[in-house]
């Protein structure tokens, strides 16, 4: 069974790029989604389609905010709001299950809001696979390969170590 979710919280090059390198996940879509409300307008984002047999919705929950600003309310929230989209409703308890348990593990509150999932606009041709089409660009080596590095360390189970693969040395994961 595929299940869809969406993600925002950073610029959506570095969200793709973080939940393209995880096993189980089928595709990402990158780009702008919109919900509802105040949140209506339009923010950087992806929707992801996984397979929750391989990687639970938990762990790409628990992925998304150790990989983004997910305790910080900076003046750039409107472009880069910090949520977890729904698609269904019925996945709503189950995400904000999933960030109740996460808030442990942080000193300051998870900004991360749940919102219902309105429209999407996805990125343009040129933009899409924006890390993995070229590892080396300056923005991936400062913005990037730091988000990628946590997936290694904190989430290596889930990692998909043939695309992280630059990210290691020796044989070993980069810790």
Known sequence: MVRKIGFGGGCHW???AVFSSLKGVLSVQQGWIASTGDNDAYSEAVIV???PSVIPTETLIAVHVYT???TTQHSMR????????????NDIHEIKAALFVLQAEFEMPIVTQVLPYWGFRENIDEQKDYYYTDVNRPFCKTYIDPKLKVILERFGDVADMEKLKHLQGNGQAYL
């Open 78 to 89: 409107s472009k880069y709001r910090s949520a977890v989209y729904y698609f269904d409703e």
């Open 68 to 70: 983004h600003s997910s």
């Open 49 to 51: 389609e996984y397979d």
């Open 14 to 16: 570095c969200t793709e």
